[in-house]
């Protein structure tokens, strides 16, 4: 399948900081990439879902001045959690997709946000 | 609203066969994934299905029935490192995928 790159797949940062994490489709052009945020035994949550060249689309509930989405070409988007406080610490995940409505979505690798 | 359903956990043996139930309601249909997660990493994708019926792939198939909202993912010849999250998501009119909240599977020697 088609392969999709997330990094840092772990990083610690002082509340007050701000983190960017990078999503890179590496074989195909994703025209759609997704944000999750999964907290522990619990299952995927939706935070945002951005097409390229576009402002992201952000789910009820999820600051998009706190989360920053770019999706500037078609292979890289980026989320930048800004002013990082303990209770922005999760798992986040990206999924990617490409054009084409019925294909499915392959996942980053994840990355573990711990904010101390 | 929109609705998947599966049970939160079930325990196996190694060696026998387990079958993993998801009952769906959504806006639409556009298929029905399954994905495996295990602890700590992120989903890896297991199988789709959007016409009724089962679909194999080596020890897993997945079964659909869209009369019924009703799918099954049905491991064989169980492992210990099959024991995963597996996750049912439903891709809805919008293209957009429903997620169920996942069941922890637990295999014993």
């Known amino acids: 399948g088609a392969v999709v790159s997330q990094h840092p797949s772990r990083v610690i940062c002082k509340s007050g900081t701000s983190v960017k994490i990078e999503c890179r489709s590496l074989?195909?052009?994703?025209?759609?990439m997704f944000w999750y945020r999964q907290f522990p035994k619990k299952s995927l949550m939706l935070m945002a879902t951005s097409n390229e060249g576009s402002k992201a689309t952000y789910e009820q509930g999820v600051e998009k001045d706190k989360f920053l989405i770019n999706h500037a070409s078609l292979t890289l988007s980026t989320l930048t959690v800004t002013s990082a406080h303990p209770e922005d610490s999760s798992f986040y995940i990206c999924s990617a997709r490409g054009p084409g409505g019925h294909t499915e979505a392959f996942f980053g690798q994840g990355t573990r946000l711990t904010v101390v | 609203g929109q609705n998947i359903d599966q049970p939160t956990e079930m325990t196996a043996t190694e060696g026998a066969i387990v079958q993993i139930n998801c009952t769906y309601q959504?806006?639409?249909?556009?298929?029905l994934f399954w994905y495996q997660q295990h602890a700590g990493e992120a989903p890896t994708f297991l199988s789709y299905?959007?016409l009724d019926g089962l679909e194999e792939k080596g020890r897993f198939s997945s079964f659909l029935s869209r009369s019924k909202g009703y799918s099954y993912l049905l491991l064989k010849e169980l492992q210990m490192k099959d024991s995963a999250s597996y996750l049912c998501a439903v891709m809805d009119s919008n293209y957009q995928l429903i997620w169920g909240a996942g069941t922890k599977l637990i295999i014993k020697p």
């Open positions: 074989d195909f052009q994703a025209t759609t």
């Open positions: 959504t806006s639409g249909f556009n298929g």
């Open positions: 299905n959007v």
